[in-house]
């Protein structure tokens, strides 16, 4: 079993940046960022392939945010710039524990979850 812990939420004016990072206590393949704020269902918000070389953003956040993986370290990153009032979320890290080669949107296709890191943008 694979932990995941997430850290680098906080509370930030919009416009503002934060960098949001995912440990992983194994071995991952796939690596996403999903977000659910309040009221709402959780939802995609980019993921990246396990060389790296594939990422896939959810059209809100595309040229916003960053995602980006250090394998050495089983750790993945999102950076966060040009923060809205609209991304207040709580953010959650997800890893696949076998190689589809996909960057998969899907939920359903990750098997490891975070507990999830809180950020919250001011307007």
């Known amino acids: 079993q694979v932990q995941l812990v997430e850290s680098g939420g906080g509370l930030v004016q919009a416009g503002g940046s934060l960098r949001l990072s995912c440990a992983a206590s194994g071995r991952t393949y796939t690596m996403g960022w999903f977000r659910q704020a309040p009221g709402e269902e959780r939802e995609f918000v980019a993921a990246?392939?396990?060389?790296?070389?594939?990422?896939v953003y959810t059209d809100s956040v595309k040229g916003r945010f960053t995602i980006s993986r250090a394998n050495a370290k089983n750790t993945v990153y999102l950076e966060m710039n040009s923060l809205k009032p609209e991304d207040t979320a709580k953010y959650y890290c997800a890893a696949q524990g076998s190689n589809t080669y996909l960057p998969d949107r899907s939920q359903r296709k990750y098997d490891y979850w975070g507990q999830g890191t809180q950020v919250t943008v001011s307007s």
């Open positions: 990246i392939t396990w060389s790296g070389a594939t990422t």
